[in-house]
C-alpha cells in the first residue's frame, strides 16, 4: 500500500532556523542479534558504498553487499569460536591493511583462558568482498588486567610516514586505574605488529589526518592532539582555546576536513555536557603552524524541548549537493531508560558554518529500543548521501533502516508502507513458513554465511529441507522489498 503523508511545520520548531522534516524508509533489513557498529565502504570494488556490522556476543561481523541501487543483501557473517568471550561491538576498522587496494576489517577479539587474553584481528578481504583468512597480534600488556575491553576504541592513520596502514588502540578501563594507549604499526607485508604502548593517556573518540602537514598522521581527541614524528611516543598539545579548563562537556563526535577552502585542515567538534542536558557543535579553523582558533559554535540546546538535548556522534555528508561538506548530529533526548527518541539534525555547510541553515528530522523511537547507531553514504548512486540507522532493541533484536535523501529535504514524500503489515510465522518453525501482509514477486533465502539457499515466487517457504539455524528472507514485491530473520528448529 502507497500512502502520501504531508508533515506540517511546528512553529515550535522554527526557532533558531530549524525545520522539522519528514523522512522516507527505502527498505528494512533484520540483522544478527545485538549488533552495535556500521560502517559503510565499497569492499568488493565495484564502485558502491556496501554496509558491515558488528555484533556482540557469538557473532563478530555481518557484510551486506549493494547492488547499485541501494539494495542490500547478506554476503558473509563472522562468526566467533567457541573460547572467544566476545568482540567490540562499537568499533571496528575497515582499512587496507595489506595494502592491495581492498578493505579489511580490523576487530578486538577476547579469549577465554584465564589471563584475560586480548587481541586485535585483521580479516583480510579475498577481493570479492568476503573475508575468509585473518591474523592477529596479542594486545596483552605485562602486569596489566583488562577490566572492560569492550569499550576498547581504535583509530587508524600513517603514523611512521610510509605507506601502510598503521592502528591506535587505546583504553582507560583497567582494573588498576592505568590509561594507555597502544600504536601497531604496520610491517608491510599485510601484518600489524605488536604494539608500542604509552602510559598515562586514554584516547577516545578520534579522528587522524595530518594536521601539521610534515608526513605523518596526527590524533585529534577532544581537546588534545597527538603529533606523531619519528618518536614514539607522540607530542601531546592542547587544543587552542581550550587549555586545561575542563568546561563539563566531552567529545560525542569529530570530523577533519577543510571547511573554508584554504587548504589547511580544520576540526569540526559536537561536546555533550556530562551532567546536563547541554551541547554544542564547535569549528577551529587551522591557521597553520600547528595553531587553532574556534571558528564558529552553535548551541544544541532547546531545539527539541526544553532543557533535554543531547548530542552523539558527528559525521560529515553531502546533504544538498553542493560543493560545501555538510554536517549530520544524532540527537536525543535526556531521559533515563528511555534512550534516544531518533532526532537528526543537519548543518548544511556554506564555507564559514554559520549556524543559519539547519534542519531536524525525526527517526520514531520504537519499543523497547535501547541502543542507536547510523553512518551516511550514497547507497543508491544518485550523488547524495542517505542515512543508515542501526538500532537494537532490549532483548537483543537489531535492524538496519535505510532512508533515502532525495535532494529536496523530503517535505513532501512517497513512503512505502510495507513494513507494519508484514508477518512471518509460525518462527521459529520447524518446516514451512507462510508470508502474510503483502503482494510477493520473489521470495530469497540466505543462510548466515550469506549463501543462497533457495529461491521461490510464492508466500509459503519450505524450508523442512534445510539444517537448524538462521535465516533471512529477502522479500521482494511490488512496492518495495522487506527482509525478515527466520529461525529453523
Not at 234 to 260: F, H, K
Not at 270 to 290: A, C, I, M, W
Amino acid at each position: 500500500m502507497k500512502i502520501i503523508r504531508f508533515y506540517a511545520l511546528l512553529a515550535l520548531l522554527m526557532m533558531g532556523n530549524v525545520t522539522m522534516q519528514a523522512q522516507v524508509r527505502q527498505e528494512r533489513y533484520d540483522l544478527l542479534p545485538n549488533a552495535y557498529g556500521i560502517k559503510t565502504e565499497d569492499v568488493n570494488g565495484d564502485g558502491y558504498s556496501d554496509v558491515v556490522v558488528s555484533h556482540g556476543w557469538n557473532h563478530i561481523m555481518s557484510v551486506f553487499m549493494n547492488d547499485g541501487i541501494g539494495h542490500l543483501e547478506l554476503s558473509q557473517t563472522i562468526e566467533s569460536e567457541s573460547n572467544e568471550i566476545g568482540c567490540s561491538p562499537m568499533f571496528f576498522l575497515l582499512e587496507d591493511i595489506d595494502n592491495n587496494k581492498l578493505k579489511d576489517i580490523v576487530v578486538y577479539v577476547g579469549v577465554s583462558n584465564g589471563q584475560d587474553t586480548c587481541y586485535l584481528r585483521t580479516y583480510y578481504n579475498n577481493g570479492n568482498g568476503h573475508f575468509d583468512q585473518y591474523d592477529e597480534v596479542c594486545l596483552s600488556q605485562p602486569d596489566v588486567i583488562w577490566d572492560n575491553p569492550y569499550f576498547l576504541v581504535m583509530t587508524s592513520g600513517h603514523f611512521n610516514n610510509d605507506a601502510y596502514t598503521d592502528v591506535i588502540v587505546s583504553t582507560n578501563h583497567l582494573n588498576n586505574g592505568m590509561q594507555s594507549y597502544g600504536c601497531l604499526y604496520n610491517d608491510g607485508q599485510g601484518r600489524l605488529l605488536a604494539p608500542e604502548y604509552a602510559y598515562g593517556e586514554a584516547i577516545g573518540i578520534a579522528f587522524t589526518n595530518d594536521l601539521n602537514e610534515d608526513g605523518y598522521d596526527d590524533i585529534w581527541e577532544g581537546n588534545q592532539i597527538l603529533y606523531f614524528s619519528e618518536e614514539f611516543p607522540p607530542r601531546l598539545e592542547e587544543l587552542y582555546e581550550m587549555g586545561n579548563a575542563w568546561d563539563g562537556c566531552v567529545t560525542s563526535g569529530e570530523s577533519i576536513i577543510d571547511i573554508d577552502g584554504d587548504g589547511l585542515l580544520d576540526l569540526v567538534e559536537s561536546r555533550t555536557h556530562t551532567f546536563d542536558p547541554y551541547s554544542q557543535l564547535r569549528v577551529y579553523k587551522n591557521l597553520g603552524e600547528e595553531h587553532f582558533e574556534l571558528m564558529s559554535s552553535y548551541d544544541v540546546y532547546d531545539i527539541i524541548t526544553p532543557n533535554t538535548d543531547i548530542a552523539d556522534n558527528l559525521k560529515i555528508m553531502n546533504y544538498n549537493g553542493d560543493d560545501y561538506p555538510d554536517f549530520i548530529v544524532q540527537i536525543g533526548v535526556f531521559e533515563y531508560f528511555t534512550g534516544f527518541t531518533g532526532y537528526y539534525l543537519i548543518v548544511e555547510g556554506n564555507g564559514t558554518f554559520a549556524p543559519d541553515s539547519q534542519i531536524l528530522f525525526n527517526i520514531k523511537n520504537e519499543d523497547e529500543e535501547m541502543f542507536r547507531a547510523f553512518d551516511v553514504c550514497d547507497i543508491n548512486s544518485d550523488g547524495l548521501d542517505d542515512l543508515l540507522v542501526l538500532r537494537t532493541y532490549r532483548n537483543g533484536k537489531s535492524r538496519l533502516d535505510v532512508f533515502l535523501n532525495d535532494g529536496s529535504g523530503f517535505d513532501v514524500i512517497e513512503e512505502v508502507d510495507i513494513i507494519s503489515n508484514v508477518s512471518c510465522s509460525p518462527n521459529p518453525t520447524n518446516g514451512t513458513v507462510t508470508i502474510d501482509g503483502l503482494e510477493v514477486a520473489e521470495v530469497k533465502v540466505y543462510n548466515v554465511l550469506g549463501q543462497l539457499v533457495k529461491e521461490i515466487k510464492e508466500n509459503v517457504i519450505d524450508l523442512s529441507a534445510q539444517e537448524a539455524g538462521t535465516y533471512i528472507l529477502k522479500v521482494i514485491t511490488p512496492s518495495g522489498v522487506v527482509t525478515k530473520q527466520i529461525i529453523k528448529n
